[in-house]
């Protein structure tokens, strides 16, 4: 039984360290696009900062990636985590959406700010500075809501 | 040695729940917008000028006016039978919210997403096409968004399908008779808007809360 579990360990360890080999993608890019959403709409420095700090790594085309996050099978479940998150939120991309999208896009970020569960709570268990205070919210959801009645 | 075992063990456990983790998460992917994104390549496919059944081209909607800027719905919308199931699948949104039943408004937000798949598109051209995709392209996520929600947030993407909605019959019409229903507490006390099939005032945003706030602002047909 021993020997039979040890066995099992031995594997799987080397299997650990040999899918670290494998050729990873992040999602990083040296460019800002012309169509990211900071560039086109230029807000405040502080809501630009907090924008970037709390929603840039999923909802934009670069992902800031601390060590830990490089570690397979981590850089995995991250990398569909982020397409998943970047499909349904591309802050990169967001000049190239329709007017309409657009508004509905600021609506959906207001409410999920509004409601706590942006940035979610896996994400700022890591990152605590993401987390939004009652006076982030509020200066970030009337900024986004100017935002969209002027669009 | 006992210290190996150890690790081994919790390598071995770390594995399996990141594994774990992992292909559930894959379960959830559903086929994204790829369709949509390869349609809307298409722009130009036909340079008939619109010739659906039954269909007054008159009223010039075709050239090129903003749709989604006019926000009321015409009192004399045209005939066209075609929208009919996308509007069917919206009204059964509409009637699942308004008896607060989340798993029905469910059903409604996956009839709304099959009626746009399939709505033949072929006889729309230019600037008519481009607003259709649009609209499409917003409403299908609203109703994909209704399919996974709480009916707090299935109330949320009504919303902005309501004015979906309005626009699609502008630019296209209907042969339904429909009303335009306003309820200013909606929507945060800014007011939002419907459309029911029926004249009686039955509230999608507050349910049985606040089931007659509201007033009929404008009939169509």
Request: glycine share 4%; aromatic share 8%.
């Amino acid at each position: 039984m021993k020997r039979y579990i040890k066995k099992i360990g031995l594997v799987l360890f080397i299997v650990f360290i040999a899918i670290q080999f494998i050729p990873k993608k992040y999602n990083q890019n040296d460019i800002v696009s012309k169509t990211d959403f900071i560039t086109t709409f230029n807000p405040p420095k502080n809501i630009a900062a907090k924008l970037t700090a709390s929603c840039y790594d999923c909802h934009s085309n670069n992902t800031y990636y601390p060590w830990y996050n490089k570690i397979q099978p981590i850089a995995w479940f991250l990398e569909d985590h982020i397409n998943e998150a970047k499909a349904e939120l591309n802050f990169s991309e967001f000049a190239d959406y329709s007017k309409r999208r657009q508004k509905s896009k600021l609506k959906s970020i207001m409410s999920q700010i509004r409601d706590d569960e942006m940035p979610l709570s896996s994400y700022t268990l890591m990152h605590s500075e993401a987390k939004f205070s009652e006076e982030d919210k509020k200066m970030l959801t009337e900024w986004l809501d100017n935002l969209r009645d002027n669009l | 040695m006992k210290g190996l075992k150890l690790t081994t063990r919790i390598l071995a456990i770390l594995f399996i729940a990141v594994t774990v983790i992992s292909c559930k998460d894959g379960k959830k992917e559903q086929p994204k917008e790829d369709a949509q994104k390869t349609e809307m390549k298409g722009n130009d496919h036909s340079n008939m000028k619109h010739e659906e059944a039954g269909h007054d081209n008159s009223d010039g909607h075709h050239d090129g006016d903003k749709a989604s800027e006019t926000r009321d719905v015409s009192a004399t919308s045209q005939k066209n039978a075609a929208t009919t199931p996308i509007i069917d699948a919206y009204i059964q949104i509409k009637n699942g919210l308004v008896s607060d039943d989340n798993v029905a408004t469910k059903k409604g937000g996956t009839a709304l997403v099959a009626a746009f798949s399939k709505f033949d598109m072929s006889k729309l051209s230019g600037d008519t096409h481009k607003e259709y995709m649009e609209i499409m392209e917003s409403a299908k996520e609203h109703g994909a968004h209704i399919v996974k929600s709480d009916i707090a947030h299935q109330r949320e993407h009504f919303e902005v399908l309501s004015t979906d909605m309005d626009d699609l019959i502008t630019l296209l019409g209907t042969e339904k008779t429909l009303y335009q229903d306003f309820c200013p507490m909606a929507n945060n006390n800014k007011g939002a808007s419907w459309l029911s099939e029926v004249k009686e005032i039955k509230n999608p945003y507050f349910g049985a809360k606040m089931l007659k706030c509201g007033s009929v602002k404008k009939q169509i047909n």
